[in-house]
């Protein structure tokens, strides 16, 4: 374990002749459960995990950006921000936000959390960055964040359209910690496919400080690549063909969809959240209304959920019950009744394919 008179460098750049070290071990100097019930942050979510209790603490600030002057004067000389910081989280932290079977212990859809995922409205997207490098000096070098010189150079090529910042994801056995990197969205989640946010900023705690149950769908719907055909096999011996997606239309080529986390975050939603109208049910309205704007992102969205549907035996594999499996199967069907059937036929693909691609081989 590390001792109080160790320290740990995060970051140098020699040539910057930057550094930023901590002091071990990390220090919290506030009560995560209070800020929760503050928040109105159900007792469900699991908070063990350093990134999950990061941002709650972040959610907090946000939500008191235009008083935390007054509140920490000796660190704070200037008023943040004029009104609340409408910071929504997406990814696997929202899952927790939301479901309940996301947070069981030892349960069939409960999986690790690396990090968590921040978007915000441009608008608002500085006073935010600004925010998150003040939370360590204002609650303890858990929550510290942090940029590189690299980060500048990352938002300066876009232009407020999104941020990055450096924080501390985990802390090892020995006490030593982390760093991760956290890339911050602005106004849409753009990656294979835009999901467009605008009335969400609006109300955070209407949606649990989430992009919302619809979006969250499709933002893991989003995801989709090719391989070559003849990768096949090595799909299977890696354990990876059931991302296959069904598509007739790209010859010699696999189009591969979400990854096992990414399904096992769609089966959470299913689980916990019938189909309806309601705050705590998923709206097939709302995401239609998404979709129709958008078909290439129609016809993605339609092949990952299905390829869900077709897959109940991936489904078992998590360990779900049968009626579990069924009930998710049945309400993703309700889903895809109401997504639009888009009937153009695209030979090439038709995502975005400048974003990142993540390694399915080594």
Known sequence: MAKETDKCVLYEDLYAKKKVEVKLPLT???DVEEFAKHL???????????????????????????????????????????????????????????????NRINGPLRRHLKDVDFIVSKKQGTEFYRLLLKLGSLFGTEYLHFETEGDRMFMFQRHGTRYRIRTIDAVDKKGIPKVGVMDIFCDEIDLRHKVKLNEEFKNPKETLYTIGLENMILSKCQFIMDLPASDLSRLEDVGQAFRILRYD?????????????????ICAIMLDHPIGTGRQEVNPTKMTRALRKD????????????????????????????????????????????????????????????????????
């Not at 600030?61 to 409408?86: E, W, Y």
């Not at 591969?256 to 096992?264: A, L, T």
């Not at 090439?348 to 399915?360: A, D, G, L, S, Y």
Request: hydrophobic share 40%; net charge positive.
């Open 249 to 265: 239309y790209l010859p010699d080529r696999l189009i591969i969809g979400m990854e096992e986390k990414d399904i096992s975050d």
């Open 28 to 30: 919290s100097t506030v």
């Open 295 to 362: 078909k290439r992102f129609a016809v993605t969205c339609r092949l990952n959920l299905q390829n869900v549907v077709d897959r109940p035996e991936v489904l078992k594999g998590f360990g779900l019950t049968r009626r579990q499996v069924s009930m998710i199967i049945n309400r993703i069907e309700v889903l895809l009744k109401a997504i639009p059937v888009i009937d153009a036929k695209w030979s090439k693909p038709w995502w975005n394919t400048q974003v990142e691609t993540p390694k399915i081989f080594d």
């Open 40 to 102: 109105d942050i159900s007792t469900y979510v699991d908070k063990s995990y350093l990134p999950m209790r990061r941002a709650i603490v972040a959610v907090w600030a946000c939500q008191n950006a235009h008083v935390l002057h007054k509140m920490f004067p000796d660190c704070i000389t200037k008023r943040i921000s004029k009104k609340p910081i409408g910071a929504l989280l997406f990814g696997g932290g929202a899952i927790k936000m939301y479901c309940p079977c996301a």
